[in-house]
């Protein structure tokens, strides 16, 4: 691979342009990915989490941990009720969210698309050079007083 700046240039670049670059480059990435299955990013975030447990999970369950996910917010129950709509959950009679078989399948092929996808950003990085990746974006998360965590 080619850089497109010598260390001595590269090390006096901003963080913010190169970050959003990242962010922008790998999520428009899994975005495109995750809609040959007609379903969004928050969308197989919400199928992951109703079948994360055996028993379903409710809306407030389900919003409670996604709420944070790239400022998704308010907009969860509507990703939710295209769920619904695409018949990929489903409700049963406690209000607890569902797979059903199809959500089922499509979580499933989504979850192969999404190994595939990380395997190719990962490309050529050692878990190293990633660990270490992680720990510079952290530190200066937290040096700036933004929160850094892990979903």
């Not at 399948?105 to 050529?124: E, F, I, S, Y």
Request: glycine share 8%; proline share 1%.
């Amino acid at each position: 691979m080619e850089y497109s700046h010598g260390d001595a240039e590269l090390v006096e670049q901003p963080i913010g342009y190169w970050s959003w670059a990242a962010h922008k480059a790998v999520v428009t990435n899994i975005r495109a990915g995750l809609a040959k299955f007609g379903v969004t990013q928050p969308q197989w975030w919400v199928l992951n989490q109703v079948a994360a447990d055996e028993n379903g999970r409710t809306r407030a369950q389900v919003t409670t941990v996604l709420q944070g996910y790239l400022d998704v917010g308010a907009s969860l129950a509507n990703e939710i009720d295209a769920l619904l709509g695409l018949h990929l959950l489903t409700l049963d009679g406690e209000d607890r969210l569902r797979l059903t078989s199809e959500g089922d399948t499509v979580l499933r092929r989504c979850a192969q698309r999404q190994t595939a996808m990380r395997k190719q950003a990962h490309d050529g990085i050692t878990d190293e050079e990633y660990l270490v990746t992680l720990k510079v974006l952290q530190r200066m998360i937290h040096n700036v007083g933004g929160e850094a965590w892990h979903h």
